[in-house]
């Protein structure tokens, strides 16, 4: 069934009617439609632009077709032109010309996006609720990670020790920000745009703020032309899941070669791992690298979007049209790789022993022990230079830094000289970056609580 066409003496060449349908990706707006169109004629009851009695029939008609769509999601499998048309088809089936009523007054144009809208709302809330719960898996990990100590890496070589703890955290705060971006998107996404038309607005003394309360929008759409044109809404939903999946990705990165045998710091789940098809000793971190790989899949989205839009007049343009797979497949795509690394997050295994090995070589120590002489009195740019000197000496010849360190230090700084052991131990380095944000167990531990506090907010 199609929509239009009485001006037309013919059918649309084949090959374009397969071209230009959209029911194949917009179907998964099904349950949007049926809803909106419920609100709708249920408006159009109350400002009697149809019967009170037409209205309920309506009504119920489309609540048993939504019945029907949950019960039996065989049903979309149809040639219809859209999802507009699917229903408008199935409610014609069911009351007859009467169906007609439903689309007084109203445009695919405002229906697509109001689906769209009413699906972002709900694929966001059940994103960050995922999303959550991965914030909540890195902060459990990083509580009993909180005083595991291990190196800490700048330009990917090994800089100065941290904690585990650290590191989960670091990572749990750039997803508790994914999470509010997410929620911000939601806010502005939830913006009702039924009753605009096409494009001029509504010629029916439709109540649209009502009509907002009743689909659960926080404020109706304040120019129509706006309203039917424009996908901001939904290019900073997909700008929200490339930016998570670039996160994703950076954790992804280092589960990834901290977990290698040359490191061995973790250990992955091997539920989330795949074998090799020749060596038999491979455990490969497929769950991860494909994380990884997908923030690309994302990023495509993303542009994709923003170039559909970037060149469009003012109006609905049938270019529109391929909004929605872009939006579909980075939601697909995010939402799952949330849900992967939970898993691998939650079953990840910490050696310790192998990470405060590697924490203790002292070359990690030089910031520290500038930083002690500073605190002794020596400007730190000398202490940064004498220390600097020190490591050459030890890579000249052959001695360690702390070796090298109490031949010299005496005559510079005895106090420093004299408590070399303690500014040696990478726990007692750790433990002394105490102030907030620091890798002190116990600041680890605030910080991992709160961002697991913080992502529990509404």
Not at 178 to 197: F, I, K, Q
Not at 263 to 280: D, K, N, W
Request: glycine share 8%; charged share 25%.
């Amino acid at each position: 069934m199609k929509l239009w066409g009485g001006n037309y003496s013919g059918d649309p060449d084949k090959d374009f009617w397969e071209f230009n349908r959209s029911f194949p990706f917009d179907r998964r707006l099904v349950a949007e439609e049926i809803a909106a169109s419920r609100a709708y004629v249920r408006a159009l009851g109350r400002c009697g632009a149809i019967k009170a009695d037409e209205a309920d029939r309506l009504d119920g008609a489309l609540e048993r077709l939504a019945q029907q769509v949950q019960a039996d999601p065989a049903c979309l499998e149809m040639d219809a032109e859209d999802v507009h048309s699917f229903v408008e088809t199935r409610l014609t089936e069911a009351v007859g010309d009467l169906a007609g009523q439903a689309h007084l007054g109203r445009s695919r144009n405002e229906q697509s996006v109001t689906g769209l809208r009413l699906w972002l709302r709900r694929t966001t809330d059940r994103l960050r609720d995922a999303v959550a719960r991965l914030v909540e898996a890195l902060a459990a990990q990083g509580q009993s990670g909180a005083d595991a100590v291990m190196p800490g890496y700048t330009h990917t070589r090994a800089a100065e020790p941290i904690t585990f703890g650290h590191l989960a955290a670091a990572h749990a705060w750039a997803l508790v920000r994914d999470h509010e971006r997410l929620g911000d998107a939601r806010r502005r996404a939830n913006v009702l745009p039924l009753g605009s038309g096409a494009l001029a607005g509504t010629a029916l003394p439709i109540d649209r703020e009502a009509l907002a309360r009743d689909l659960g929008f926080d404020q109706v759409s304040p120019n129509a032309l706006d309203a039917v044109m424009d996908r901001d809404f939904a290019a900073e939903f997909t700008f929200a899941c490339a930016q998570l999946q670039t996160h994703l990705a950076r954790l992804a990165e280092d589960l990834i070669w901290l977990s290698g045998p040359e490191y061995g710091f973790f250990a992955l789940p091997e539920s989330f791992t795949t074998g090799s098809s020749l060596m038999p000793q491979k455990k490969n971190p497929d769950a991860l690298e494909l994380v990884r790989g997908k923030a690309a899949r994302v990023d495509g989205d993303l542009v994709r979007l923003l170039a559909l839009m970037k060149g469009l007049p003012a109006g609905y343009q049938k270019d529109l049209q391929e909004d929605k797979e872009a939006v579909f497949d980075a939601a697909d795509t995010a939402g799952a790789s949330v849900v992967v690394m939970t898993g691998v997050v939650a079953g990840l295994g910490l050696n310790r022993d192998v990470m405060r090995r590697a924490a203790g070589r002292e070359d990690l120590m030089a910031a520290g022990l500038a930083v002690a002489l500073a605190r002794e009195g020596m400007p730190f740019r000398k202490a940064h230079g004498l220390v600097g000197s020190l490591v050459a000496e030890a890579q000249k010849t052959g001695s360690t830094l702390r070796e090298v360190a109490a031949r010299v230090l005496p005559a510079h700084s005895p106090g420093v000289a004299a408590r070399l052991e303690s500014v040696f131990d990478p726990d007692q380095a750790v433990r002394s970056r105490s102030a907030p944000g620091g890798t002190a167990p116990e600041a680890v531990r605030q910080s991992l609580a709160a961002a697991a506090d913080r992502v529990r907010r509404p």
